[in-house]
């Protein structure tokens, strides 16, 4: 597994590092996690790293597009390694869980656009809103 995030950093032209090896596997065992996480993940592998260089990791691996960058509205940035098959994501409202959503037609239909206003579309985000199981069991509770 190690050896595929060496190849996939090749691809793109971006150093093998010890840093960039410990954010991707972060990211593989914990998917849509914040930077904060990413950066207490990394350091009980490699406890020299510093902050700085794990946000510098994730600009660099997000650039690039080896990581998907999501930012629900009025929640922190997540970072997850799957990339470029245009899945959604549905969000707790109550504690900010977030799970993969299959795009919901089919093969990235979303990307056809009502109208595109001339833009050439790449990438359709859809961000379902609702309150995950744990919460609602929770609020069942009271
Ligand atoms: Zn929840
Ligand atoms: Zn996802």
């Known amino acids: 597994m190690t050896a595929d995030f060496e190849t996939q950093l090749r691809a793109v032209s971006l150093r093998v590092?010890?840093?960039?090896?410990?954010?991707?596997?972060?990211?593989?065992?914990?998917?849509?996690?914040?930077?904060?996480?990413?950066?207490?993940?990394?350091?009980?592998?490699?406890?020299?790293?510093?902050?700085?260089?794990?946000?510098?990791?994730?600009?660099?691996?997000?650039?690039s597009r080896l990581v998907r960058r999501i930012?629900?509205?009025?929640?922190?940035?997540?970072y997850e390694l799957r990339v470029r098959d245009n899945h959604h994501h549905v969000v707790c409202r109550s504690c900010g869980a977030i799970a993969d959503v299959d795009c919901a037609v089919g093969h990235a239909p979303c990307l056809t656009a009502s109208d595109d206003h001339g833009f050439v579309i790449d990438e359709a985000e859809v961000v379902y809103w609702g309150t995950c199981p744990d919460c609602v069991t929770r609020s069942e509770g009271i």
């Open 17 to 63: 590092t010890q840093p960039r090896l410990a954010v991707l596997a972060a990211l593989r065992d914990h998917p849509h996690v914040d930077t904060d996480t990413v950066i207490a993940l990394v350091r009980a592998d490699l406890p020299t790293v510093s902050h700085q260089a794990v946000y510098d990791v994730l600009r660099a691996l997000t650039t």
């Open 71 to 78: 930012q629900p509205a009025g929640a922190t940035a997540r």
